[in-house]
């Protein structure tokens, strides 16, 4: 499996943005993705989730700003930005487990959010 994460970009405190994770190979709908980010200086933190039946799961610092979506059919997972703050700046990652870990990284895109 290969991800590749695209989007990013430079935004104002208060505005929006969308990436996105297009995966290679087969079988996307039927597993489990998610989002990270890390920060300079900070650790890889988790961001949000969404399985195949498309449940999610956020950190409690962007829920209700952030919504993770995926379209089976482009093999492609979104993350919607809304409200976004300067601390949401960092590179984001999209990853899928493999077994009990994060095993499948894309290579990341950057988000930066100006005050």
């Known amino acids: 499996v290969q991800l590749q994460a695209s989007g990013g970009g430079s935004v104002q405190a208060g505005g929006s943005l969308r990436i996105s994770c297009t995966a290679s190979?087969?079988?996307?709908?039927?597993?489990?993705t998610g989002w990270f980010r890390q920060a300079p200086g900070k650790e890889r933190e988790f961001v949000a989730a969404?399985?195949?039946?498309?449940?999610?799961v956020y950190v409690d610092s962007v829920k209700g700003r952030f919504t993770t979506s995926r379209d089976n059919a482009k093999n492609t997972l979104y993350l919607q930005m809304n409200s976004l703050k300067p601390e949401d700046t960092a590179v984001y990652y999209c990853?899928?487990?493999?077994?009990?870990?994060?095993?499948?990284w894309g290579q990341g895109t950057l988000v930066t959010v100006s005050s």
């Open positions: 969404i399985n195949s039946k498309r449940a999610t």
């Open positions: 990853a899928k487990p493999s077994g009990t870990s994060w095993g499948y």
């Open positions: 190979g087969r079988h996307f709908s039927n597993y489990l």
